[in-house]
């Protein structure tokens, strides 16, 4: 996918400069410039206020025209929208995070996701903040979740539930990749 040029469009959809975009997202102009010549890749988190500055959710960005042929019910693992096509790492080669959407979520009043984060990776360095509330369930691996002061690794079958608006920040510290199924309402991720 061309993330630099889906990003381009968007700003210039909006009338932005290059320079307005840095300012509303709170990166630099040349971070911008190499973002949409595709020269590096945004984090999660850089990426979510790259789009709030443009109003947009990543849902929206990364989402494919669902045909209009009557509702869809039921989706293969091949029908999920990736909604993270960085690399992210902090360990010896990239590991990238994989946030794949179930269905298009700006159709309807919940986002589902299945996350997975390879050992090391991470939402980025940024907190996330959105309009909305998120559960989630570790399926497998563990994940250390930070929200807001309060920090917590959670292992299989542990959950969690907050207030999106709150700052938080997901990260894989083990050797080995987790995976956690979550929701949130309304979609705004």
Same mark, same amino acid.
């Given at each position: 996918?061309?993330?630099?040029?889906?990003?381009?469009?968007?700003?210039?959809?909006?009338?932005?400069?290059?320079?307005?975009?840095?300012?509303?997202?709170?990166?630099?102009?040349?971070?911008?410039?190499?973002?949409?010549?595709?020269?590096?890749?945004?984090?999660?988190?850089?990426?979510?206020?790259?789009?709030?500055?443009?109003?947009?959710?990543?849902?929206? /960005? /990364?989402?494919?025209?669902?045909?209009?042929?009557?509702?869809?019910? /039921?989706?293969?693992?091949?029908?999920?929208?990736?909604?993270?096509?960085?690399?992210?790492?902090?360990?010896?080669?990239?590991? &990238?995070?994989?946030?794949?959407?179930?269905?298009?979520?700006?159709?309807?009043?919940?986002?589902?996701?299945?996350?997975?984060?390879?050992?090391?990776?991470?939402?980025?360095?940024?907190?996330?903040?959105?309009?909305?509330?998120?559960?989630?369930?570790?399926?497998?691996?563990?994940?250390?979740?930070?929200?807001?002061?309060?920090?917590?690794?959670?292992?299989?079958?542990?959950?969690?539930?907050?207030?999106? &608006?709150?700052?938080? &920040?997901? &990260?894989?510290?083990?050797?080995?990749?987790?995976?956690?199924?979550?929701?949130?309402?309304?979609?705004?991720?």
């Amino acid at each position: 996918m061309d993330v630099g040029g889906k990003l381009k469009a968007a700003r210039r959809s909006k009338g932005l400069s290059q320079r307005d975009l840095a300012l509303r997202a709170g990166l630099t102009n040349g971070a911008i410039s190499l973002i949409e010549q595709n020269k590096t890749s945004p984090s999660v988190a850089s990426l979510k206020r790259l789009l709030d500055a443009v109003s947009m959710t990543l849902s929206e /960005f /990364f989402s494919e025209i669902e045909e209009t042929n009557g509702p869809k019910f /039921f989706y293969g693992a091949d029908e999920f929208i990736e909604l993270s096509p960085q690399e992210i790492g902090l360990s010896e080669g990239a590991s &990238r995070v994989s946030l794949r959407q179930v269905g298009n979520a700006s159709l309807h009043a919940l986002q589902m996701l299945h996350e997975t984060y390879p050992p090391g990776a991470d939402t980025g360095p940024g907190m996330l903040v959105h309009e909305s509330e998120e559960a989630g369930i570790v399926i497998s691996g563990a994940i250390e979740v930070t929200v807001g002061d309060h920090v917590k690794v959670l292992n299989p079958n542990d959950g969690y539930l907050f207030d999106s &608006r709150l700052p938080h &920040r997901f &990260r894989n510290l083990g050797d080995t990749p987790c995976v956690v199924v979550s929701a949130c309402t309304p979609p705004s991720f």
